[in-house]
């Protein structure tokens, strides 16, 4: 699909004809005319024509209605604007009913045409980003639903892809809402483990007193309220995959539980003897600073090991906004067919603000604005004033600057470490002293930032 835009001009007077030719020459990239309909199919055969300009009365066997029809035919979505000296009701319908994007009475009214062939023109251009985004989104590399083709999702593809044929563990690390659960599904779905289950668990939805059981099962009887044996999640997760989201969350007496299961893939049930076996691989997940729960002491480093064989870091939306318009398509297409909505597209007004939003809830927030603007728009085309009060509060530039306190020091920190660290040619007991902190604190530093 072309960007550009090419009007054909028909009608039997020459001087209407080169009228309007000149009339909308600032228009349109380039412009033709003919002086009856078979020489408007000759050249509609050996060009590209976005707009076709057809008078009702031709001479000949076939009017320009006639022709309106034979363009739909030969190249559907062509737009066209047919002109009549009658201006009739039952024309108009007619026109309408057989494809026509307006019609126009005569005398022409230059300004008049001028304004619907610029609309004709936007509803081209809008057209043809639809059709190019589908074509990006289609090149993306979308793997399980992972939607995006800047740098950092290119990378992120290719290490879910390289981790996927092997059994190692999996830490995924990344901000609420960056789709961590979608990387994990991924790196099953790609696996070849992929036919066995995938079981999520989210550990910071669970009370103390429920994680036990709810990972490792529980005999009848072991508790009050155990009326049936029940299986836990490494039981479940047998040949495929346990996906332990928010992992940081778990208390220090389920820490080591943990350990001992990962370290022997052995453990009983709740109120049970017998020793179970797991192969369950493990994909954990975490959106908190890890290092820092490290250097507090509030997360065993034993386990972080153990969990964090293959780190994989999920950027967050505002630092991959190339992908916004992606994502976006995406879920219009999603949500139009849940919904059972007409297609929908977004303008570029409305594209530019949800571009430069903040999305402080990531792909998530992105995904229910855009259910909701599916839901409660009424036009096939979104515009601005169909956006949520906190996207239209933005002005459409970019929010880069407005960042929170946390990540503003966590950039100066990551910069302040790579400078130590180039100028003392990446030793680290010299790095940390010139830093002021500890080996050991630099180290965690080092693999927040994964400076390796």
Known sequence: ???????????????????????????????????????????????????????????????????????????????????????SI?????????????????????????QQVSRAVDHHRLQYENHALKEKLAAAGEISGI??????????????????????????????????????????????????????????????????????????????????????CFEQAIGGTLFLDEITEIPAKSQIDLLRVLESQCYTRVGGEVE???????????????????????????????????????????????????????????????HHRPPRTVDSSAMKLLVNARWPGNVRQLRNVIERVVVTSTTEVISTSDLPTEIRKGDGKPQYAARTLAETTEAAEKSAIEDALAANDHHREQTAKSLGISVRTLHYKMNKYDLH
Not at 19 to 33: H, P, Q
Not at 92 to 100: F, I, K, N, P, Q
């Open 1 to 87: 699909m072309d960007s550009e835009f090419h009007i054909l001009i028909v009608d039997d007077e020459p001087n209407l004809r080169s009228g309007l030719a000149r009339g909308l020459a600032k228009v349109a990239d380039r412009i033709e005319t003919a002086g009856t309909v078979n020489e408007a199919l000759d050249k509609f055969d050996a060009g590209d024509f976005q707009l076709v300009i057809a008078d009702v009365r031709m001479p000949g066997d076939r009017n320009g209605l006639d022709l309106i029809s034979l363009v739909q035919q030969k190249r559907p979505g062509t737009t066209t604007i047919v002109i009549t000296a009658h201006g």
């Open 276 to 338: 179970l076996h797991s192969d369950a691989r493990i994909v954990s997940a975490t959106n908190r600073d890890v290092s820092t729960m490290l250097a507090e002491g509030t997360f065993r480093e034993d386990l972080y090991y153990r969990l964090n064989i293959v780190p994989i870091h999920v950027p967050p939306l505002r630092s991959r906004r190339g992908d916004v318009p992606l994502l976006v398509e995406y879920f219009l297409d999603h949500f139009c067919n849940r």
């Open 90 to 114: 039952e024309t108009a319908v007619e026109a309408m009913r057989r494809g026509a994007f307006d019609f126009i009475s005569k005398p022409v009214d230059l300004n008049l045409i001028r």
């Open 147 to 232: 939607v995006g083709n800047s740098q950092a999702i290119e990378e992120l593809l290719i290490q879910i892809r390289q981790v996927a044929s092997t059994d190692a563990t999996v830490m995924i690390q990344g901000e609420s809402g960056t789709g961590k659960e979608l990387i994990a599904r991924a790196i099953h779905d790609q696996s070849p483990r992929s036919a066995g289950p995938f079981v999520p668990v989210n550990l910071g939805a669970l009370p103390e007193s429920l994680l036990e059981s709810e990972l490792f099962g529980h005999e009848r009887g072991s508790f009050t309220g155990a009326s049936r044996q029940k299986p836990g």
